[in-house]
């Protein structure tokens, strides 16, 4: 193949411009990232400027913690996806991981309400799932502008829920109400109840009865849970001490001091105001949005570049979305 240096005049002459073959170099390598050195450690990772880009010439790495960083974090995002961020009052985070590539732990993305679509404005890769890594991002979007979010949606995932409650005091940091009845059901497998619960009607009815007990005002939670758990089948203890231990709180020993602070106490998992408000309950178009991306990559854990090419494709289409939602085209709320 010659070079540009074999070429003659009169070919040279005939080539496009500078800057069109620049475009076409850059397309080349969209389409083709293993063109690109695939990276086996973070430390390997160089991303070239052309690769930082939308595929609409836009910035999209917004913060690059550096090689030389061993708890690394790259945050993808957009002036605007960040502009509309600041606009929204409703965010939603959850972190995914079979997607992410070999050399990262997690994918976390935050997403926010605009027009009544939930669309995701942030994307993170991560070493870790920690508070620390949490508040390092949070304070990356922060640097320089101004967020105000009235109520922030996460899954019962504790280090996260610290990192937002400092990043955002003012927030009503909440849960997800398909985890809670998630992560209620995952008890009851573990304490070997799954038989019984798919066989006894009453057993099945009671057990969905404490997922239930979101709906009460939420100063009435500890009322609702003594009342199920008076009248709860015994096989059901182990799941309501879970239950008390982790979402309600123990009694105090000594009588009359109220209950111990729960892990995560009703305030977050409450939907009774939610549901009076139409407010979204449930992180299910995060977790939509996390299904759809990973079958758009279409396999686990793929190179770094093959990620970046994919999830610059799934930005230009969730900015049709927003294009969507500018024009009016509304989204249910569950």
Known sequence: MATLCEVTEEGRAALPSLNNMRRNIRRQRQENPNALPIPMTVEDLEIPVDQRLTLGGELFLYHDSGRNDPRRILVFTTERNLQLLSTSESWFADGTFKVVPTIFFQLWTIHATYEGHVVPLVYCLMLNKDQASYARVLA??????????????????????????????????????FHLCQRIHERIKQEGLQVLYNEDEEIRTQARMIGAIAFVPVEDTVEAFEALAGIARAELQPVLNYFEDTYVGRPQRAAGHGRQAARFPPIMWNMFNATLQGEFRTNNHVEGWHRRFQIGVGADHPSFWQFLTCLKREHAMNEVTIGQAQAGMGASRT
């Open 140 to 177: 990356a979007l922060q640097e320089g502008r101004a967020f105000y979010p009235t109520r922030i949606m996460i899954d019962y995932e504790f280090a996260a829920k610290n990192a937002f409650s400092q990043a955002f005091p003012n927030a009503h940091v909440q849960g997800c109400l």
